[in-house]
Nanobody, 125 residues
Framework: QDRLVESGGGLVQAGGSLRLSCAAS????????MGWFYQAPGKEREFVAA???????????DYADSVKGRFTISRDNAKNAVHLQMNSLKPEDTAVYYC???????????????WGQGTQVTVSS
């Protein structure tokens, strides 16, 4: 069974950092786009960041404007995993963060084929 499992969430003060990890199992996601969404209480799930395989045999990264310069997405294909390094965290970053995968690209408006269960990130002011 193909699964995505997140870890690394927690409570941090504003200005602090967290590193989320997503471990994939089942299929190999090497050529899949993998990324992150978040969902704050009472709000819709929103795109955060994603990494995708390009025709030039490199991985490209996409970020939501709200996290550019603060968050960095990376992947470890040897471990079938993707990570999200979150720096300079703000209280408005508080949400449940979900890992996702899609055969081609993860972007707003495109529903990923796979979802993790989510991990809570809470940023205190």
């Amino acid at each position: 069974q193909d699964r995505l499992v997140e870890s690394g969430g927690g409570l941090v003060q504003a200005g602090g950092s967290l590193r989320l990890s997503c471990a994939a199992s089942g299929r190999t996601f090497t050529t899949y786009a993998m990324g992150w969404f978040y969902q704050a209480p009472g709000k819709e799930r929103e795109f955060v960041a994603a990494t995708r395989w390009s025709r030039n045999n490199v991985y490209l990264a996409d970020y939501a404007d709200s996290v550019k310069g603060r968050f960095t997405i990376s992947r470890d294909n040897a471990k079938n995993a993707v990570h999200l390094q979150m720096n300079s965290l703000k209280p408005e970053d508080t949400a449940v963060y979900y890992c996702a995968a899609h055969p081609v690209r993860i972007q707003p408006g495109v529903n990923p084929h796979y979802w993790g269960q989510g991990t809570q990130v809470t940023v205190s002011s």
